[in-house]
């Protein structure tokens, strides 16, 4: 089992920035694919970034982010970052961590979510 804990949500104005962290627990960090989601209103939640591989050199991007966001692990602190620069009011949602196996075909953990919220 894997226990995930998000830190680091808050009120931003547009064109500020915020960084999100998640601390993995439970589970080998280097073998888990880390993933930050985000859900707002009305909408369906999305895969923002992901750091596929250990040293989190392997990432993807979902396209509205890219150039703005940045995602990076830290193993020895078993936390991944997410990096949140040039926000946007579009950015308003609430952002989870998720981890899955290197081989698993979803995100199987989840963590609590944290809002993020940037005012125009």
């Known amino acids: 089992q894997v226990q995930l804990a998000e830190s680091g949500g808050g009120l931003v104005q547009a064109g500020g920035s915020l960084r999100l962290s998640c601390v993995a627990s439970?589970?080998?960090?280097?073998?888990?694919?880390m993933g930050w989601f985000r859900q707002a209103p009305g909408k369906e939640r999305e895969l923002v970034a992901a750091?596929?591989?250990?040293?989190?050199?392997?990432?993807f991007y979902a396209d509205s982010v890219k150039g703005r966001f940045t995602i990076s692990r830290d193993s020895a602190k078993n936390t991944v970052y997410l990096q949140m620069n040039s926000l946007m009011p579009e950015d308003t949602a609430v952002y989870y961590c998720?981890?899955?196996?290197?081989?698993?075909?979803?995100?199987?953990?989840w963590g609590q979510g944290t809002q993020v919220t940037v005012s125009s």
């Open positions: 998720a981890a899955r196996g290197v081989g698993a075909s979803g995100y199987d953990h």
């Open positions: 750091a596929i591989n250990r040293s989190g050199s392997i990432t």
């Open positions: 439970g589970r080998t960090f280097s073998s888990l694919v």
